[in-house]
């Protein structure tokens, strides 16, 4: 009896994902609406071709419970910093503390799509990277080179966030922050509720290593006071 429900369970768990898929290239329901273009996922090939025409995957990082907590905490790490009120940037001006910020959680459905895009190796933005509940979604994209041993989890989000994070001392007036900013600063200050990522490795020859990390998330405007 006990072997009988653990198949029916399993079954069960296999067909979850299929009965509650969605079709990005329905037609129908256009979801790049009104921009009326193809979402990335309907033409990977053609849109997301491989970074140079000869990078290949080496390998793609499994989406563990783990590799969430520490991308998360690298974020929120990141978002505390802002909210505080105490970050400094140039002209030893600090930006406004903010009193509306959320804490970031994970989205499956941006995960989903983000490791959809990094398995490309392409180092492209997509035009249309829309998902059910979020229609306004950001991307960032990263690359570091290695030629000698792979680094750590820690290492690789040390050599990407971390270094789109303190372009933060490249702006002049964060109280008057554009809405445009395409780095990681962005990310806290305008508060991202929802967030999704993958990370993949990636290689172009016998000797050089790509290591690529990819971030989608959703955003919400005035969201940081």
């Not at 959320?102 to 990094?118: G, K, N």
């Not at 000698?148 to 990407?160: M, P, Q, Y």
Request: proline fraction near 4%; glycine fraction near 2%; aromatic fraction near 10%.
């Amino acid at each position: 009896m006990k072997l009988f429900f653990l198949v029916v369970l399993l079954l069960q768990l296999q067909n979850w994902p299929l009965a509650n898929a969605y079709n990005y290239c329905d037609h129908n329901e256009n979801i790049c609406a009104p921009l009326i273009r193809k979402h990335f996922i309907c033409s990977l090939e053609a849109e997301l071709p491989p970074l140079f025409n000869r990078t290949t995957l080496l390998l793609s990082m499994p989406d563990t419970y783990a590799l969430r907590d520490l991308i998360l905490e690298y974020h929120n790490k990141f978002r505390n910093r802002v909210a505080s009120g105490l970050l400094i940037a140039a002209n030893n001006q600090t930006f406004p503390p903010a009193s509306r910020m959320r804490e970031l959680i994970w989205d499956m459905e941006l995960a989903y799509t983000a490791r959809i895009h990094a398995k490309t190796v392409s180092f492209k933005h997509s035009l249309c990277r829309s998902v059910q509940r979020f229609r306004n979604v950001g991307e960032n994209l990263s690359m570091t080179f290695s030629t000698g041993k792979l680094s750590t989890i820690a290492d690789l989000l040390d050599a990407t966030l971390l270094g789109m994070f303190n372009e933060y001392l490249l702006i002049d007036d964060p109280a008057s922050v554009p809405n445009d900013l395409d780095f990681i600063t962005f990310l806290p200050v305008k508060c991202t509720e929802l967030k999704g990522s993958n990370q993949a490795l990636q290689v172009m020859n016998r000797s050089e290593i790509i290591k690529m990390i990819e971030k989608l998330w959703a955003y919400r405007r005035n969201a940081a006071d």
